[in-house]
């Protein structure tokens, strides 16, 4: 009798496909709109990977390749249109906050209402009980958020990409930026840009697609010096945790986690003595 659950779909594409081409170009534009800030050449990639994207779908190389990733495009540039550079003014509060929802809310609406697929969900059911594998990761991340951020964000200086914050008002800004962000990022790099690399690739090469990109934000954001030794392997974590549990509110609980230390370390740092239980 034939199983009644349906089997995970494999990928339309091999490893060695050509669409990794179109794919890789569109995950390397990232460092330009992100990264290095020239988003004239940044959107020059980005139309030569849609392009080549279109070439491989008419070619029959891959099937849908293009308007994939179109929906990554989309929120990419979206988000390229402003700063997101650490700035917790009140105008900046409110149009970054407007941006990076435009961000995930268009790629959405485009592969729900134009393009009639499912894809892009946000699961916010599913996954729980947790076992006692994921309840000790999340142990070991409050752990090494302790032991390493501290010495990453003092040492190497990169505190200072983000404001001083010493008034009540100023500390809750920052604290609700923070979460914000962190959760925009599971949205739109594990939700959407994952999931949609994830649809023509083995998981590997999804991961390291989104990697690129996730790492390419987070550096403009302020975790530069040696930070993408920090936030590669952060960021393919999360797409593998994604992978293996299907569940964006674990994902979301790592993050979140990892997020309150950098908050307390900020604090900490731009108030020296404030917060007493980091080693520097």
Do not use: C
């Not at 914050?165 to 962190?182: H, K, M, Q, S």
């Amino acid at each position: 009798m034939p199983s009644l659950t349906s089997a995970a779909p494999t990928p339309i594409l091999s490893s060695r496909s050509w669409g990794l081409v179109p794919a890789a170009l569109l995950s390397g534009s990232a460092v330009l709109l992100f990264s290095l800030r020239l988003p004239l050449i940044g959107y020059v990639v980005v139309a030569v990977a849609l392009a080549a994207a279109w070439l491989t779908d008419s070619r029959k190389l891959s099937d849908g390749l293009a308007k994939d990733l179109l929906l990554i495009a989309s929120g990419m540039v979206i988000v390229s249109t402003i700063s997101v550079a650490a700035d917790i003014s009140w105008g900046n509060f409110f149009l970054m906050g407007f941006v990076l929802a435009a961000a995930v809310a268009v790629p959405y609406s485009l592969s729900r209402f134009v393009f009639k697929d499912r894809l892009i969900r946000f699961p916010w059911r599913g996954g729980w009980p947790w076992n006692r594998v994921q309840w000790g990761y999340l142990f070991l991340v409050l752990f090494l958020g302790w032991l390493i951020l501290p010495f990453y964000f003092i040492t190497s200086g990169v505190y200072l990409n983000w404001p001083a914050v010493t008034t009540p008002d100023e500390i809750g800004r920052l604290f609700v930026g923070v979460n914000a962000v962190g959760t925009w990022d599971e949205l739109f790099f594990i939700l959407t840009v994952f999931v949609l690399f994830k649809r023509h690739f083995p998981v590997w090469q999804a991961n390291l697609l989104q990697m690129v990109i996730f790492v390419s934000f987070l550096w403009e954001l302020g975790y530069q010096s040696w930070g993408p030794l920090l936030t590669i392997p952060f960021a393919l974590l999360q797409g593998w945790i994604y992978s293996t549990t299907k569940s964006l509110v674990y994902v979301l609980s790592v993050h979140l986690l990892f997020d309150a230390v950098v908050f307390l370390v900020i604090v900490h740092a731009r108030n020296p003595g404030a917060i007493g239980f980091f080693l520097l």
